[in-house]
Nanobody, 121 residues
Framework: VQLQAYGGGLVQAGGSLRLSCAAS????????MGWFRQAPGKEREFVTA????????YYADSVKGRFTISRDNAKNTVYLQMNSLKPEDTAVYYC???????????????WGQGTQVTVSS
């Protein structure tokens, strides 16, 4: 599966953005989808993931209550709604596809190219 993330941009602290990740192929609904992020000088970290049906989700503590992941299998797209953004959310955000609802980077087999999110204070 090929993934393309988009929707990043520059936003003030407290603002919102919605990222999208479009997937190619008819097998999208078989995959767990995740979002990761990488800030300058830091390692890539898990943000959130959603099961193939959308019935289960998991969030990093740092984004819980502010970010919401969802998916539309008919559109082969996964979304990340980000509210109450903070400067520390600034990073390149990546979507990824795997087969287990886990946080480990190595567990995801396919990656999008990333989209930059910058939160100004």
């Amino acid at each position: 599966v090929q993934l393309q993330a988009y929707g990043g941009g520059l936003v003030q602290a407290g603002g919102s953005l919605r990222l999208s990740c479009a997937a190619s192929g008819r097998t999208f609904r078989r995959y767990v989808m995740g979002w990761f992020r990488q800030a300058p000088g830091k390692e890539r970290e898990f943000v959130t993931a959603i099961s193939w049906s959308g019935g289960s989700t998991y969030y990093a503590d740092s984004v819980k209550g502010r970010f919401t992941i969802s998916r539309d299998n008919a559109k082969n797209t996964v979304y990340l709604q980000m509210n109450s953004l903070k400067p520390e959310d600034t990073a390149v955000y990546y979507c990824a596809a795997g087969f287990a609802l886990v946080t480990g980077i190595s567990e995801y087999d396919y990656w999008g190219q990333g989209t930059q999110v910058t939160v100004s204070s």
